[in-house]
């Protein structure tokens, strides 16, 4: 792509929107045309504006950038997307990676790397860092979680023993200990703590706090 690439920012936290603006306003080539701080605000932007890239922040207050991610699709099957989380959870960047999202990156890269990203996915590359790359093949190869596991390890997350969990789901108990066990050995844990560690760490269920 030449010129200048236009660039639509949508993140609630504003030192992390006031440090990519002080970022990007270095950038000849980089212009930031408009910022959102909800999900609902930035899709209306993106409609209106279409962006060359759009960053999009993956916790807003009011949706999640992956729940998000097939409207923009719709809108513009040639949408340039970026994904920018907090941590790097390998779950959510697979789903994110998958759903056809060229960049994921996050907040504490260095501005050197944002600029690197919002060019390479201007041009219609991918770009993910060293240090999310890294967390994906850490974890490469390992099952996917059915809906139901899934939902099971979201509960464990949330401190629910196994008779609380059967009742929940109206299954029984012994069911239950048999979608744990699986759990375990899919993400490589041995105990209910480890899993709800790990389950938070990778992004496995998403933990609203």
């Known amino acids: 792509m030449t010129g200048t690439?236009?660039?639509?920012?949508?993140?609630?936290?504003?030192?992390?929107?006031?440090?990519?603006?002080?970022?990007?306003?270095?950038?000849p080539d980089i212009e930031v045309i408009a910022e959102a701080v909800t999900a609902a605000e930035g899709f209306t932007l993106f409609t209106a504006l279409r962006p060359d890239v759009t960053i999009l922040s993956l916790h807003m207050p009011d949706s999640c950038a992956i729940d998000d991610l097939e409207d923009y699709f719709e809108k513009d099957p040639k949408a340039r997307l970026i994904v920018l989380a907090e941590r790097a959870g390998d779950a959510e960047i697979s789903k994110a990676l998958k759903r056809g999202v060229l960049g994921y990156i996050t907040q504490d890269l260095q501005p050197e790397e944002l600029v690197a990203a919002i060019r390479s996915v201007a041009g219609g590359r991918k770009y993910i860092p060293a240090n999310i790359a890294g967390v994906l093949s850490e974890n490469f190869g390992q099952d996917d979680l059915?809906?139901?596991?899934?939902?099971?390890?979201?509960?464990?997350?949330?401190?629910?023993?196994?008779k609380e969990i059967a009742f929940a789901l109206d299954i029984s108990e012994n069911t239950v200990k048999s979608?744990?066990?699986?759990?375990?050995?899919?993400?490589?844990v041995s105990d209910r703590t480890s899993?709800?560690?790990?389950?938070?760490?990778?992004?496995?269920?998403?933990?609203d706090l």
């Open 5 to 27: 690439v236009t660039l639509l920012l949508i993140e609630h936290q504003p030192l992390v929107r006031i440090g990519i603006g002080a970022i990007l306003a270095a950038e």
């Open 146 to 162: 059915t809906p139901t596991e899934t939902n099971v390890l979201r509960m464990i997350v949330g401190g629910m023993s196994n």
């Open 179 to 188: 979608h744990v066990q699986r759990i375990f050995g899919k993400i490589g």
């Open 195 to 207: 899993a709800a560690t790990t389950a938070i760490r990778r992004g496995l269920v998403r933990v």
